[in-house]
């Protein structure tokens, strides 16, 4: 069992920053893919940002490159979301995830990952 648990949201304007941090259970998270979505109201979730076990690849969809940086830091059991020049569709629910199979491969659909956090809010302000 992989327990997430992520902080940092808040309220911004636009054009500003955020850092998400989500911090796992366990003594394997460095065998972990990780993954950070998002959903808005209304909206499906949406893959957001995604890192492979040792930090080796990222993987960041096309709405966030550029802006958001997705790292880890094995030692302390996180994964973080470094956010910045925040737009309003920005807002929405920020989730993690953690992909435990044995292939260290990030995944975009929901479906490829087995543990998830309760979601931290995230709000930007025009």
């Known amino acids: 069992q992989v327990q997430l648990v992520e902080s940092g949201g808040g309220l911004v304007q636009a054009g500003g920053s955020l850092r998400l941090s989500c911090a796992a259970s366990g003594r394997t998270f460095s065998t972990y893919v990780m993954g950070w979505f998002r959903q808005a109201p209304g909206k499906e979730r949406e893959f957001v940002a995604g890192?492979?076990?040792?930090?080796?690849?990222?993987l960041y969809a096309d709405s966030v490159k550029g802006r958001f940086t997705i790292s880890r830091d094995n030692s302390k059991n996180t994964v973080y979301l470094q956010m910045a020049s925040l737009r309003p569709e920005d807002t929405a629910v920020y989730y993690c995830?953690?992909?435990?199979?044995?292939?260290?491969?990030?995944?975009?659909?929901?479906?490829?990952?087995?543990?998830w956090g309760q979601g931290t809010q995230v709000t930007v302000s025009s």
């Open positions: 995830a953690a992909d435990v199979d044995w292939l260290n491969r990030i995944g975009v659909l929901t479906s490829a990952y087995d543990y």
């Open positions: 890192i492979k076990r040792n930090s080796e690849s990222t």
